[in-house]
């Protein structure tokens, strides 16, 4: 009896005990949503944290926030983040032992990220490179050990805040074994799993190990997929710099470990049916050439850097297309490379990778079977590459426009071709172009500008027989150019070097071969 009585007191007491708990812990909801809160802001100056609601359970030693809201106070829209819940449970027996264990819950987060904050994120990381890190200090606080999970979560990037973001949706994060202790045997001690899709259409894997607590950078070693990437969606950034891309879907699998030293591998990748060009036009020329030499700038950079290794093992380009357009000619005009074939084999910025090797076959404007091949050594510290380019029988009159906005002549048929030889070591380039002229009849528009449409047409039929009986039996004239010489610009690099070299020998090559069959 006296047991049974004790028993039904005890239960009765453990009852009204975690009745009182519960009402104390939901009276104590808002004044700990609003210390939450106000400390959070003190803590983060030039930011805004907002907690919508918060809700505590003692007994299962969990707290669930929800409707978290970081706004940047000069800059409040867009957030830079919008987390639509937050749960965080821990684990009772490790803080018996002296170790905080938790698991945290991340539901629907948007993350606004643009160009901007990015560079700010990365100078501020040297300003306080030199001051005791972060992760240091974390690392010094109680020990802790933790689990990370990402549901139906979104990134959004924009260049710019007014541009179009973005947007890798559908986003879920797997990361394991977070802790402020690891052991010396252990590197990389979380397990890091990622996927989502990229824009509307692609998807994103990522699967390694971490540790997001190394100082002064997390450590990460993980293999990279990507499948069914559309690159038309990626115009918000491709824009900024006059770039135009038309369909295209883009695979490949690679490989990054950030630790000691950057790695980025490339491992292959597979870009078909697409259609990429580069804009060009007066208006836009100086911001053009800020993007372009800040760009150029920021690439060299990292290039050069001895800590950083980019590699790409094997990839092809099929069924593509790759042009120039000039908006800004008397008239417009554009060159291109249609049913564009590439592969690519072995490109790296380090010397111990050995050589690359490209090959591209296609078509110049549209009807001249074309053949590129290049091999090119890392620079150390000079562009080190050969190139031979070969144009067949192209129709001269798809060139007319070009021909127009820089040499004032048009063609009514023949024949183009050109075979080029170059390499480029030491600070010097040696090598050819020559142009081959078939069956061309060019006009001059300034010189034949007064006259009349049955005039001009009678000079041209003219103009052709007299050339056929002036040349040689096969109707050809061949010029070539000596590109030999140091290199004008010591400092340049690969691509600078070749657009040079293609602008060198349109201008003093390939344009006074036309003048020379007039």
């Keep these: 009896?006296?047991?049974?009585?004790?028993?039904?007191?005890?239960?009765?007491?453990?009852?009204?005990?975690?009745?009182?708990?519960?009402?104390?812990?939901?009276?104590?909801?808002?004044?700990?949503?609003?210390?939450?809160?106000?400390?959070?802001?003190?803590?983060?100056?030039?930011?805004?944290?907002?907690?919508?609601?918060?809700?505590?359970?003692?007994?299962?030693?969990?707290?669930?926030?929800?409707?978290?809201?970081?706004?940047?106070?000069?800059?409040?829209?867009?957030?830079?983040?919008?987390?639509?819940?937050?749960?965080?449970?821990?684990?009772?027996?490790?803080?018996?032992?002296?170790?905080i264990a938790a698991d945290i819950h991340l539901r629907d987060p948007v993350i606004f990220v643009t160009r901007r904050q990015i560079e700010a994120a990365s100078a501020k990381t040297q300003e306080t490179a030199r001051s005791v890190p972060w992760q240091d200090q974390v690392r010094d606080i109680m020990p802790f050990k933790g689990n990370v999970f990402v549901k139906h979560g979104e990134i959004r990037y924009a260049g710019q805040p007014s541009d179009e973001p973005i947007r890798m949706t559908e986003l879920d994060v797997d990361a394991r074994n977070l802790t402020n202790r690891p052991s010396d045997a252990q590197p990389y001690p979380s397990e890091l799993r990622m996927s989502g899709r990229v824009v509307d259409h692609g998807r994103m894997t990522i699967d390694g190990r971490a540790d997001l607590l190394a100082s002064p950078l997390p450590v990460v070693d993980a293999s990279v997929t990507l499948t069914g990437v559309h690159i038309t969606d990626?115009?918000?950034?491709?824009?900024?710099?006059?770039?135009?891309?038309?369909?295209?879907?883009?695979?490949?699998?690679?490989?990054?470990?950030?630790?000691?030293?950057?790695?980025?591998?490339?491992?292959?990748?597979?870009?078909?049916?697409?259609?990429?060009?580069?804009?060009?036009?007066?208006?836009?020329?100086?911001?053009?050439?800020?993007?372009?030499?800040?760009?150029?700038?920021?690439?060299?950079?990292?290039?050069h850097e001895p800590s950083f290794l980019f590699k790409i093992g094997h990839g092809k380009i099929l069924n593509s297309e790759i042009g120039f357009q000039n908006r800004s000619g008397n008239p417009d005009y554009r060159i291109f490379l249609a049913d564009l074939n590439a592969d690519v084999h072995n490109f790296s910025n380090r010397l111990e990778e050995g050589t690359g090797i490209v090959k591209i076959t296609g078509k110049f404007m549209g009807s001249g079977p074309t053949v590129i091949t290049g091999t090119f050594r890392p620079e150390t510290p000079r562009p080190d590459?050969?190139?031979?380019?070969?144009?067949?029988?192209?129709?001269?009159?798809a060139l007319n426009d070009v021909l127009r906005a820089h040499g004032n002549v048009d063609t009514h048929r023949g024949k183009f071709s050109l075979f080029s030889e170059i390499t480029v070591k030491d600070n010097r380039i040696d090598g050819y172009v020559k142009p081959l002229f078939k069956d061309v009849d060019v006009y001059d528009p300034e010189k034949d500008q007064d006259k009349a449409w049955s005039t001009q047409i009678y000079n041209a039929v003219i103009g052709g027989v007299t050339a056929l009986l002036e040349n040689e039996p096969r109707d050809e004239v061949a010029t070539q150019s000596d590109l030999s010489g140091p290199v004008d610009n010591p400092k340049a690099d690969t691509w600078e070097i070749i657009g040079k070299l293609v602008q060198n020998a349109f201008f003093n090559a390939i344009l006074p071969g036309f003048a020379g069959v007039d």
């Design 1 to 99: 009896m006296l047991i049974s009585h004790w028993l039904k007191w005890t239960t009765i007491s453990i009852a009204v005990l975690i009745v009182v708990i519960l009402i104390a812990g939901y009276f104590a909801d808002e004044p700990l949503r609003r210390y939450i809160e106000r400390s959070a802001n003190d803590a983060v100056k030039g930011y805004h944290v907002r907690i919508g609601t918060l809700h505590s359970r003692p007994f299962t030693l969990s707290v669930t926030v929800r409707d978290v809201v970081v706004r940047k106070e000069s800059r409040p829209d867009p957030p830079l983040a919008d987390i639509g819940e937050i749960a965080i449970v821990a684990q009772l027996v490790p803080l018996l032992a002296g170790t």
């Design 234 to 303: 990626f115009m918000p950034i491709a824009g900024s710099y006059n770039l135009i891309l038309n369909g295209g879907i883009f695979n490949a699998t690679g490989r990054m470990l950030q630790d000691k030293r950057t790695v980025l591998i490339l491992e292959s990748f597979l870009l078909e049916d697409a259609k990429i060009g580069y804009v060009y036009q007066t208006t836009t020329k100086s911001n053009q050439q800020r993007q372009l030499k800040r760009g150029a700038k920021q690439a060299a950079k990292a290039y």
């Design 385 to 397: 590459f050969d190139l031979a380019v070969k144009i067949l029988k192209t129709n001269v009159d």
